[in-house]
């Protein structure tokens, strides 16, 4: 098994100090945002209604709920009859690496290990789908049941909600395989912060929009319903396109879908599309990506910013991903990378940025 970084690789977040900040603000963060969705005035900014005690947050069936839920996952995904996809050849292969002076808070929120696996179980593979995003479907539909319950039947905006991040879910299920050449399998260790991303930051702040709804019913009209579906269509459109584009690309650039495409040679022999949905910002994926983000915010209405802390989170994740992705592109890329930059010159928003 070999590290994420080389020992000489420059330190991410921040390094050791923004990796702990993060591990102390991230739990609280969450569980703010929950304590706040949950009470009347609803305020992303002001102080959290109450201070749970030890014992709401202590339940040992909740425990036992949440290790059946994961030996569920596992169990499902140890199922031999599976498909099998073959991940990024890895560089150092055949040589062991000695960690000396690894800093251990650093190493800790990301992960010293690329791909810890026992046998053929890959815990970070397993956790970044299946356990966390179903857990957010299934939480989201908890939500739309209690609100049937409580009002007699979930509102249109519950319904929005649930769909589009159904559709997010489903999407992300069924191309699966695509999940092997993101940043977070081939880059980053599992470490705090894909174990915690995965695991609980998914599942219960991804959901917000849905837990706000049922604690705030918004009213929503037909036409107003339409333009968020419109939206949510247009976001999804430019996702699917261009991560197909990049993907059927990578997988064989003869197939007639990308053959026409104009690209870039690089050094390594791979290519880089410079037309298409990668010649219009070098980022397009995360552009459609943020615009669905917007279309699950708008159905909770404008009157509280709490909804659109999904929005927020995720613009400053995606800014801070594409720079880090900038950074390794450079570093595989050289010359050519500078190229694609200058022939694409906006990162994520066309003219923007
Ligand atoms: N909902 C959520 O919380 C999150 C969702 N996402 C989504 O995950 C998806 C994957 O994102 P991510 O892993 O960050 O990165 P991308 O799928 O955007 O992949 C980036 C890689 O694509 C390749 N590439 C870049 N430009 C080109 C080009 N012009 N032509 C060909 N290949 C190119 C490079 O790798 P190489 O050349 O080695 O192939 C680069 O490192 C995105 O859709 C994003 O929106 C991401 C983070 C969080
Ligand atoms: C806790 C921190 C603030 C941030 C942790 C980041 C993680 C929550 C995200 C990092 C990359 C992710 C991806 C998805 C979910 C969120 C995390 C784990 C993804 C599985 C969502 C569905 C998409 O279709 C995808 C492309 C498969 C995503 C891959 C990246």
């Not at 059946?68 to 996809?85: D, H, I, M, N, S």
């Not at 092997?180 to 991804?206: E, K, N, Q, S």
């Amino acid at each position: 098994m070999a590290s994420p970084q080389g020992s000489r690789a420059p330190l991410e977040f921040g390094g050791p100090l923004g990796a702990a900040a993060l591990m102390l603000l991230l739990p609280a963060t969450m569980f703010h945002l929950l304590l706040v969705a949950h009470s009347g005035p609803a305020r992303l900014l002001g102080p959290p209604p109450y201070l749970p005690g030890p014992e709401v947050l202590w339940s040992p069936q909740t425990l036992l709920l949440w290790l059946a839920w994961l030996g569920l996952q596992a169990a499902l995904y140890l199922l031999p009859a599976r498909k099998v996809a073959e991940g990024q050849e890895l560089k150092d292969k055949s040589r062991l690496r000695y960690p000396i002076n690894g800093n251990p808070i650093y190493d800790f929120f990301l992960g010293r290990e690329l791909n810890p696996r026992i046998w053929s179980f890959d815990f970070k593979y397993f956790c970044e789908l299946r356990p966390g995003l179903i857990g957010w479907v299934l939480i989201n539909l908890a939500l739309l049941m209690q609100e049937a319950e409580l009002r007699g039947s979930p509102s249109l905006a519950m319904w929005l909600v649930n769909g589009f991040q159904l559709l997010y879910v489903g999407d992300a299920l069924w191309y699966e395989e695509a999940v092997l050449t993101t940043m977070d399998i081939t880059h980053d260790g599992f470490g705090f912060m894909l174990a915690f991303g995965d695991l609980a930051w998914v599942p219960f702040t991804y959901s917000l929009q849905a837990q706000f709804l049922l604690h705030h019913p918004q009213p929503l009209g037909l036409p107003m319903a339409s333009v968020i579906c419109l939206i949510n269509a247009v976001g999804y459109y430019i996702f699917r396109g261009a991560n197909s584009q990049k993907n059927t690309f990578r997988k064989n650039p003869s197939d007639p879908r990308v053959a026409g495409l104009e690209t870039i040679p690089t050094a390594t022999g791979r290519q880089l599309l410079v037309s298409g949905w990668w010649g219009m910002v070098r980022h397009p994926n995360y552009l459609g990506d943020l615009i669905m983000a917007l279309a699950w915010s708008l159905p909770c209405g404008v009157s509280h910013l709490l909804p659109y802390f999904y929005v927020l989170y995720f613009t400053a994740l995606l800014v801070h991903r594409e720079a880090r992705d900038e950074q390794q592109c450079l570093r595989k890329y050289g010359l050519a990378w500078r190229e694609y930059c200058r022939r694409v010159p906006y990162r994520i928003l066309p003219y923007v940025y």
